[in-house]
């Protein structure tokens, strides 16, 4: 199989910014992880992703662009050919350099139980932009198949774990406004799904009692003791019992259990709310992993990774410590999955998505 230089871009449900990583694979078994890249959006961008996000609501097609959606989605596609350029520059690397693009897009709504995912950013205008083919829209088309349409990083994660060797069964857990686990075990296709709220709700509770977008380094829930009973009717919901593959959306859970706390209690119970979350799924598991690798901006945070240890009862490491990278192991995927769906192979599975049968994806724009 070809071998492709393949630079790969997302954008997550945190909102923060946008991840560039290059990758060299086949999509398969050979795997390079090149450098990586991380351009913020500032205040006015995240403004306007938290107006499309709110305008999103109103979708019933995932063609429709109602208020802001328009706006934001040439911002995305700009936002993403620019990191794409500020990386490459940044690399002494021009488009020449590379085969592909991965464009994963912002997801401002999904909603797999009614065969509706939306990710905003126009493929073909980047593809235009940058002069190199891109490959975008990767979850349509589970979801039109009936599958949940995330997680999709999963085949990515198993081809990390092959790659090093490591001993199975293990989990990959990325923390990212939403959190979604891989199971992954020696010659079984993995198993995955969205584990509950990343940081996405303490993101939201710092804003709006702060101005601040982020919980720095979990500081203000260190200070802060976590309320049980505000947890437990955090808890008391059907989707955390409901054995994977399932999925859900940025906005599918609410802070009001913790609305009348002090901000420290507060944010200290929704980070103990995303380590519960993952606990509560671990018995629904094929097995107990041996381990649990973190990823994504949750990863960063040592609150929420002594909160994991404690509630989950497994060891628990940074993917920084394997010598794969936290920040970026989406983009890579992205960059991944990009070539898998160039050559039809599958980013879905049934273990994976729910899906009735592996499933390929993406759509390929040229320049």
């Known amino acids: 199989m070809a071998i492709y230089r393949t630079v790969g871009l997302m954008s997550g449900t945190s909102m923060d910014g946008v991840d560039v990583a290059l990758v060299e694979t086949d999509g398969a078994r050979a795997l390079s992880l090149g450098p990586a890249f991380f351009q ?23 063609t429709e662009r109602p208020g802001s959606l328009p706006e934001a989605e040439r911002v995305i596609t700009q936002r993403h050919a620019d990191a794409v350029q500020n990386f490459l520059a940044a690399n002494g690397l021009t488009t020449r350099d590379i085969d592909l693009v991965g464009f994963h897009g912002q997801t401002v709504l999904h909603r797999p139980d009614e065969r ?3 990710q905003i950013g126009d493929g073909a205008a980047l593809a235009r932009r940058l002069r190199v ?18 997680p999709l990083v999963p085949v990515f994660h198993r081809a990390l774990v092959e790659a ?84 859900l959306d940025r906005n599918a859970f609410s802070r009001g259990a913790v609305e009348g706390l002090p901000l420290e209690d507060a944010a200290a119970t ?43 009862g497994c060891a628990i490491a940074s ?4 010598g794969w990278s936290a920040d970026a192991m989406e ?30 994806g993406g759509v390929l724009a040229s320049p």
Request: with cysteine; aromatic share 6%.
């Open 319 to 322: 993917a920084d410590s394997f």
């Open 270 to 312: 929704l980070v103990a709310f995303t380590a519960e979350a993952v606990a509560r799924l671990l018995p629904l598991l094929p097995a107990r992993p041996l381990r649990i690798v973190a990823c994504g901006g949750g990863a960063r945070n040592p609150t929420m990774m002594r909160a994991l240890a404690q509630r989950t």
């Open 40 to 62: 913020p959006y500032d205040e006015t961008d995240r403004a306007l992703l938290r107006r499309a996000l709110a305008d999103a609501t109103r979708l019933r097609e995932r």
């Open 116 to 118: 509706l995912t939306v």
């Open 164 to 247: 090093a060797h490591l001993a199975t069964p293990v989990a990959l857990l990325n923390i990212g406004g939403v959190a979604n686990l891989t199971w992954i075990d020696s010659g079984r296709d993995p198993v995955a799904c969205d584990t509950g709220p990343g940081n996405a709700l303490v993101d939201d509770l710092m804003l709006a009692r702060t101005g601040e977008p982020i919980d720095r380094d979990g500081a203000t829930a260190a200070r802060g003791a976590v309320n049980e009973a505000a947890l437990a009717r955090l808890m008391d919901q059907p989707f955390f019992s409901a054995p994977p593959p399932k999925s």
């Open 133 to 150: 083919p891109v490959v975008y829209d990767f979850r349509a088309r589970d979801v039109a198949a009936g599958g949940q349409g995330a």
């Open 331 to 360: 983009a890579q995927a992205f960059a991944y999955l990009a070539v898998r769906a160039l050559a039809g192979l599958p980013l879905t599975f049934p273990t994976t998505t729910g899906v009735a049968a592996p499933t390929t």
